[in-house]
């Protein structure tokens, strides 16, 4: 027997960033949005943990216990006084080191995996502790929809979602290390006073209403001035959605992926064809938000 999951990526449409705490992290407003870009965790019983990928840049994937969907399946072990005992395939089509949470969306849908697997009937309140405990992005990883995070990011508020977001996503031609960026933010606001990061009204407001519109205006990543320091290209890459017709042009996240939202689905495809040409990215997809969050398939 073995148990197949489905999980989302994820764009953030505002990500406020506070200062550097005394443990290192930062606190967050993290509006994320999930979207229609899939990696599928399937776990079959086995001797051992082993953890095995395939799919584009399914080399970048560790497949020892660093990656998070052997933690995940450690963590769920450890709770209910079993061994790990369990094959995790990861079929990867989240962008590797992208800034959608593909690595999060694998430690979600294995530990939703291993939880129908092995029968534990863990609760969903434990669960997100222990999404929690393995990351700041994997909760929502396992909620989807829309949410607001808050703390690190782990602390959800499921938002209302009106209608349909239509994005097109490049994929850059390296990665982007998330524990780089933060540095690099905290390097360009050295001396600076960093406010504490709040929700966006006008944010929450334009997903409640499904307006692509009113979204793309309210837009804002507070990482993506760090992002760009250390891969200035991206600038080249976002200033080309925009002459294609984005209604609004972003890094995603940590980066290194930009992120454009479209009108239409006819509008995102233009833009995604307009992007493949251009010669600033080295592939471009296209997505639809909300998206369900980690669902066994």
Not at 134 to 153: H, I, N
Not at 195 to 214: M, R, Y
Not at 233 to 258: F, K, M, N
Request: hydrophobic share 50%; glycine share 10%.
């Amino acid at each position: 027997m073995s148990v197949t999951v489905r999980v989302p990526a994820k764009v953030n449409v505002q990500l406020a960033v506070g200062a550097a705490r005394p443990d290192g992290f930062h606190d967050l407003a993290n509006v994320f949005l999930a979207v229609s870009l899939y990696d599928e965790i399937t776990a079959t019983p086995a001797d051992g943990l082993r953890v095995t990928c395939d799919g584009p840049d399914a080399d970048r994937v560790p497949l020892d216990r660093t990656n998070l969907a052997a933690r995940a399946a450690e963590a769920l072990a450890a709770r209910y006084d079993r061994a790990p005992d369990v094959h995790l395939h990861i079929a990867k089509d989240i962008p590797v080191a992208g800034g959608m949470a593909g690595g999060s969306a694998d430690g979600a849908g294995a530990l939703l995996a291993c939880d129908a697997l092995w029968g534990t009937g863990a609760r969903r309140e434990e669960l997100l502790e222990i999404c929690a405990e393995l990351g700041s992005d994997v909760p929502f990883s396992l909620v989807g929809g829309a949410a607001l995070g808050t703390g690190r990011g782990e602390r959800l508020r499921e938002l209302e979602v009106g209608g349909d977001f239509h994005w097109v996503f490049a994929l850059a031609a390296r990665g982007l290390s998330t524990p780089a960026v933060y540095r690099e933010f905290d390097r360009l606001g050295e001396g600076l006073d960093i406010p504490e990061p709040v929700a966006d009204q006008a944010v929450l407001d334009a997903l409640a209403k499904g307006d692509a519109a009113a979204l793309a205006v309210a837009l804002s990543n507070d990482l993506q001035p760090a992002a760009l320091s250390l891969f200035p290209e991206l600038s080249d890459t976002l200033a080309a959605g925009r002459a294609a017709g984005a209604l609004a042009a972003i890094v995603s996240g940590s980066g290194p992926t930009t992120a454009f939202l479209a009108t239409d689905a006819r509008s995102a495809s233009d833009i995604a064809g307009v992007l493949r040409a251009s010669g600033t990215c080295r592939d471009v997809r296209t997505a639809v938000g909300a998206a369900a969050g980690a669902t066994v398939v």
